[in-house]
């Protein structure tokens, strides 16, 4: 037997420069007592078993293992305990290693069978602690529901308030996967211990866990996600038992348990899955181009699991073709040490007894809380491809066992390993070491590489075919589908980007060309990927090339950025924008206009590299196009709209950017144009002395409003002037701009006069809000437009300052909105506003929307409702308004034109045409993000959603909305 696969590669392999190793004891040269010393070795020794690509290394080690376990493990507790639980971590956090771990536990049980006679009770023991789990919680939540029930009206108020805490809390203790994901592990474990469990009685903990989720589906006529998930991991975990044993009695029990498993009921119901969708057609305009139909996973175990019983019910289609083939080398030390064994020279079997499961009734209202389970719980769970678009496979089809169980993997690493990234992208790279050695290519083969292999599988050239499955994109797509879950992922997605860029960094040669071939997998379906997958898109790709120096072929997207040049709202256009302007937020303009270069294609040419000039103008981050135009329009409306001034201002405006325009290296605060201060214009005697009291020490508010009271009265003089625009622009301005080296800076310029900041707002000022002894403003009682003026002023003069950096536009309002300072419904209004469309525009607009929404959906519910019904009132109104632009009937789906000849793309009436066509569905896609993103929330006021989604004037869209809140 050939036990070497030289294409697989060691753990050590993927570590550099001892980064990632563990620590050894030795080398610090620690004295530690003999039991500690054996106790961590041991231990250490378990946690490695199988990084090694060579299988009779492999036997070696577990062999050597097994030596000190079985001699000690009655006479020492710590060492008992200590290997017990790190059996249980691997198989939770690293469950690829569960067959290996279990040929210890076989070998351990011929030299010793009171070892796997513990481990056998420690996981039952441990799989029944977790079923009473469930009760437990239960009961709690129960418990807790009478109490909220017994709570009068004036208690109900504090109560929502805590339950919103109470949310928070529960999402920051969902560490783990979950108790029943958890269990699936554990059933795995016990399935590769078939051969030493008396009478197959683990047969009958399949049993259980099948017909529990039989009988609990049949308790409604709608999905019961708990129930899918029992069944599913059931099944996932039912080919661990042919691992280590392929006797005819094993088999005859895996097609029992297949036979029980044909009566869970598949309950579909009336429910479509268009808010799941990662790819939308846009009302049939792109029907036949979407990249595949996501399959739902609960429907594909089943038929995955008879194709690997096959015809003749043998399970011949897995029998050496996924698991490590051990037997041929475990089978003779297992009988050696029997011989050996003075006790029994026959392997002894242990009994496991039936599980105590909750009831159905129980688990018919149970809310899980670990991640993968609520995932289970909440929503239908579709299958995420990324690859396989080439005419042979680089992963398993989505819909078989094969590709199921890496995924299930995968998944498992992710979220139960996530306290160690480094330790994560490890494990995900050297997946394949676990399986049979030519289930997977040989790693790093290129597309080129694997295309030869194909040509010669259809020739017959190979025979057997050779795989063109490639490790590395598997794990790199598992860990995309967990950034690309709909409706949230499970972790901080930031977290999957650096799982990401650790294995980029492990094996930089075979994963960068991966991540190329998933970048313009997402970069080619733009057009129809979900718009805030498209955000999540956007965020990987800025993580991904800010990591590794800003390189990209960025020449693969210039015949777009040409061909789009006159659209504004079209997918690739709007993402090559705002994927140039998040770079340049996390370096600076320059440092991105260097990675515009491409090589030369002829070897010949004396300029090695080609500028890609049709980039530089999006270098150009500003929240407007014409910035210049802007900034003196703005200020000449601000004085009153004189023709002298407004030359003034252009000047002003002309002298900046000849000044700017010599220093390459220019810093966001030297592009600010401050002009209040200017002895050229009105009122700078006294916008100085502004500057002055703010930019000092914290001043009380008698002497900020005695101030405020000598400008106001100045201002009387200027008749065209509108003296409370002029004074809310100059007191906001100068904050910012004196505030400008950094967020933090202004932060704490605005947070130390909050009090000053509010009267100049007209929000209310409580009297607690006041010190002792300290002038109070004077209460000015406003008419609800001039409150609503005041409050957009605020905005546009922040707008003003900081305009040509959005992102610190929006950071300081939101800190205004958190000082209570401005109301937030004011700026939801300003990103919606369908003159500039920033939401859909900008990147930083829909963040700043975005958090502000999540801040308060964890904090007010009442607030949150507010502003998400204003949210979506004025995303009907654009859309509404939108169509009557394109002057199409209200019944008819709205046509995209997606093909159009560069003689056409110069026709700028047309061109916005089509721009609004494209702006038509990115409102439509914004309005689902938002509704699904916050689906928990929002079904408190379903009836208000209901009211204003009618109120779309087009039929088609109005009953796609309408279908989602179905779907909720």
Known sequence: MDSFNPSKRTRDEFERDNQHTELDVDSKKQHLDPTTELVTNVCKDIRRIGENANLTSQIDDISYISNPIVAEFEKIDKLRVSILNTLYAIIIEQPQKITSLSILILLCNAKNFLVSKYVIEFFHSKAQGLLEKVSEEQEKKNEEKKDEEMKDEVEEGEGKENNGKKEVNEDLQREDAGIFNNLKSILKFLACLSPIIDNY?????????????????????????????????????????????????????????????????????????????????????????????????????????????????????????????????????????????????EIVKHSLPQLSLPSVETLSTYKPQGLIDDLWYRNTRLLFQVYNTTEFETVPAVNSYFGLIFKDLAFDILTNLSFNKNETAIQLSILDLYFAKNLFAPPGSSVDQLTLINNDNVSGENNPPLSTWKIEDIAVESILTMIFQLPNPLNYEIYYYTVLIACCRESPESIAPVFGRAIRFFYNNLETLDYELKIRYLDWMTIQISNFEFSWKWDEWVKDSQKFKNLKYHPKKNFIKNLIAKEVRLSNKNRIKESFVTVHPDPAATDKLILLDEFYQYLNISLFPNESKYIIDYDNELYGNNDELKEVLAKLEFERKEKLANNITVSPQEELIYNFSNSGLPLHEGSSKVYDLIIANWKPNSEFYDLYKEISTNLDDYASINSDKFLINLFFQTYAYIGSRSIYSVVSLLSRDIIKLKFLSGVEIKDENYQASEFQFPVAELAEQHFDNKQNWIIDSIFRIWVHQPQVVFLILEYLIEFEVLKPKYLIGKTLNLASNLIIENVSCMESVNRILINFSKSSNDEFKVLTLKLFELIVNNLNEITKTLETNNSDEVTILKDFSDEESEDIELMNKVDNQWLFYEYKGLLKSYLRKFSIHNSNFIDEIETIFKGIENEPVRNDTLNWLIEL
């Open 201 to 345: 009685s683990i047969i009958n903990v399949f049993k259980q866990f099948l017909n529990l989720s039989i009988d609990l589906q049949k308790q409604t006529e709608s999905r019961n996600g708990i129930a899918e998930e029992i069944f599913y991991n059931t099944l996932i975990s039912l080919p661990y038992l042919l691992s280590n044993d392929s006797s005819e009695e094993i088999i005859n029990h895996c097609n029992d348990l297949l036979e029980i498993a044909s009566n869970f009921e598949i309950k579909e119901g009336a429910k479509s899955i268009s808010l799941l969708q990662p790819f939308d057609s846009k009302l049939n305009n792109f029907s036949d181009q979407l990249p595949y139909s996501p399959e739902k996973m609960i429907n594909v175990i089943y038929p995955s699991l008879l194709a690997l019983q096959g015809e003749n019910k043998d399970w011949a289609n897995l029998n050496g073709k996924l698991f490590l083939n051990f037997k041929e080398l475990i089978d003779p030390i297992i009988e050696t040490s029997l011989k050996n064994n003075v006790i029994s020279n």
